[in-house]
């Protein structure tokens, strides 16, 4: 035999098999897995940490962390977050897509944008790209994670939203206290200071960022979880943001989920608020 053409068989022997439906991306190389994707829609680009059981007809839950600022961090911010979101649930049934949204060098809401994009693409191109097919989509969000499926309620519908301590939700009384030294300085109103000056002399570029300019137009059913013991610069602003959203006119049911002796992080700690998600995402809406 030609030693051209043995050389050639050689290396086809050589070459992995391909998985079922895994050309649409290298690193998929099993049914169940857990992989980090860049997605691009309307020509913004955003990672995604993205858990895939067993099955390939899914439901999907895309969930939103809170806050860590700097962008080296947050693939591995939304790999937590994902397992935080992984460990309450009682399906096992549920595509899991954890959003690496980014931070820095952005005004505090601009990454509504990156937020958005990953929805769409979730929406539009995931099944193709996985290979997978997908049904309801449903949304999830810790802190400012809470703060971006709120907004998103407002501009897409999905199946349902689960907002846990959503925030900040006023922006004007957090930045009055950090100008005021009253509270350590953070990135976000050291950015909106910097591109709108001072909070005192033109609060309204402030409102308009703050999640209680958000209150109305909710196209999905969506569960807010709040513990009461949370930090007072949330707490001074709840009860306002919680009778916006109870006088909403035009907003899909909402349902409030409050949590005396839990902070931040109720919705993982308290078994009650991890009962009140589970029935959330098996209720047929």
Known sequence: MNSVILNFIVLLL????????????????????????????????????????????????????????????????????????????????????????????????????????????????????????????????HSQGGYLVTRLNTMHPTNGVVANAPGPLN?????????????????????????????????????QRSLLNFTDGFKSNILFIQGLNDSPIQMYSWPLFKEQIENCANCSETIFKELDGYGHTALFNNREAIDEFNRFLSRKF
């Open 171 to 207: 922006l004007v009384f957090r930045c009055k206290l950090e100008e005021r030294g009253q509270v350590s300085e953070e990135m976000e109103c050291r950015a909106l200071y910097n591109e709108y000056g001072s909070v005192f002399e033109n609060p309204d570029a402030y409102y």
């Open 14 to 141: 050589l070459l992995p098999a391909c998985s079922p439906g895994a050309a649409s991306d290298p690193e998929i190389v099993s049914n169940t897995y857990q992989i980090t994707k860049t997605v691009r829609h309307n020509g913004l680009s955003v990672d995604l940490v993205i858990d895939k059981p067993e099955q390939d007809e899914l439901d999907v839950l895309i969930v939103f962390r809170g806050t860590v600022r700097n962008d080296s961090l947050i693939v591995q911010a939304a790999k937590n977050a994902l397992d935080r979101f992984k460990n309450i649930l009682e399906r096992k049934d549920l595509l899991i897509v954890s959003v690496a949204y980014p931070e820095e060098n952005l005004l505090f809401g601009d990454n509504i944008q990156h937020s958005e994009a990953a929805l769409l693409w979730v929406r539009n191109s995931a099944a193709k790209e996985l290979g997978i097919k997908l049904n309801r989509i449903f949304l999830a969000g």
